[in-house]
């Protein structure tokens, strides 16, 4: 799904659009946590589906929108009380960008992949050749992400619920703080399936802008 800078882009917007954000620094911390799975050992997708609450047996693909954000919303209302306000809305926010992506973005690449017939890598590979290229990219060219790093480094990381430890989301946190730190990205190979205008785009199709108009516009929070 998106890597971190498209997950912070949207996160910042939506405070820029007004969004009542207590604490900043929780908030943006929550929505890079759904992903700190990756820093437990032995972690599997089955691990990863629990994190980002993919309803037992289904993809994203298959989950419709309208009944997930009715999920999220209870979600939401359960948990207030059990931990930090603005990190549960981060998380949740995460996951929602995550279902959106795949519905739009992923399924836009899977049918390039497919049609191309000389392929260099395998799918994994290749998405993640393009998606951590064009992350590097939108952090380079950022005139926000200062703002949002500091932020990040005085975010306080804690258990959450019975999802993720203290340790794994600290240890997530740090490991973005510090990935783009090389200014170039680890993949090598030219991007060919997913290009910065193609979530970026202004006219007919903006998945950033599309998708921080959908969540304002559905009040999930």
Same mark, same amino acid.
Request: net charge negative.
């Given at each position: 799904?998106?890597?971190?800078?498209?997950?912070?882009?949207?996160?910042?917007?939506?405070? @820029?659009? !007004?969004?009542?954000?207590?604490?900043?620094?929780?908030?943006?911390? %929550?929505?890079?946590?759904?992903?700190?799975?990756?820093?437990?050992?032995? #972690?599997?997708?089955?691990?990863?589906? @629990?994190?980002?609450?993919?309803?037992? %047996?289904?993809?994203?693909?298959?989950? !419709?929108?309208?009944?997930?954000?009715?999920?999220?919303?209870?979600?939401?209302?359960?948990?207030?009380?059990? *931990?930090?306000?603005?990190?549960?809305? %981060?998380? %949740?926010?995460?996951?929602?960008?995550?279902?959106?992506?795949?519905?739009?973005?992923?399924?836009?690449?899977?049918?390039?992949?497919?049609?191309?017939?000389?392929?260099?890598?395998?799918?994994?590979?290749?998405?993640?050749?393009?998606?951590?290229?064009?992350?590097? *990219?939108?952090?380079?060219?950022?005139?926000?992400?200062?703002?949002?790093?500091?932020?990040?480094?005085?975010?306080?990381?804690?258990?959450?619920?019975?999802?993720? #430890?203290?340790?794994?989301?600290?240890?997530?946190?740090?490991?973005?703080?510090?990935?783009?730190?090389? !200014? *170039?990205?680890?993949?090598?190979?030219?991007?060919?399936?997913?290009?910065?205008?193609?979530?970026?785009?202004?006219?007919?199709?903006?998945?950033?802008?599309?998708?921080?108009?959908?969540?304002?516009?559905?009040?999930?929070?």
């Amino acid at each position: 799904m998106p890597l971190p800078m498209v997950h912070l882009d949207i996160a910042r917007r939506i405070i @820029d659009l !007004g969004y009542k954000v207590h604490k900043i620094p929780q908030f943006y911390l %929550g929505i890079i946590s759904p992903d700190a799975i990756h820093m437990r050992k032995d #972690s599997n997708r089955i691990h990863k589906n @629990d994190t980002h609450l993919i309803p037992e %047996g289904k993809t994203w693909i298959n989950v !419709g929108e309208k009944e997930y954000f009715i999920f999220m919303k209870n979600f939401f209302s359960k948990n207030l009380e059990n *931990v930090d306000n603005d990190f549960l809305r %981060g998380y %949740g926010l995460h996951i929602i960008t995550d279902m959106m992506w795949s519905k739009q973005v992923y399924t836009y690449f899977e049918k390039k992949f497919e049609n191309d017939p000389s392929p260099v890598q395998d799918l994994r590979m290749a998405y993640y050749n393009d998606t951590d290229i064009l992350d590097q *990219v939108i952090f380079n060219e950022s005139d926000w992400r200062n703002d949002v790093w500091e932020k990040l480094m005085i975010s306080e990381s804690n258990d959450f619920i019975d999802y993720l #430890s203290k340790e794994e989301i600290e240890l997530w946190k740090e490991r973005t703080l510090h990935w783009f730190d090389e !200014g *170039v990205s680890r993949h090598k190979n030219p991007i060919k399936y997913i290009f910065k205008e193609d979530i970026f785009k202004e006219d007919i199709f903006s998945f950033v802008e599309n998708s921080v108009d959908l969540i304002m516009r559905e009040e999930i929070y």
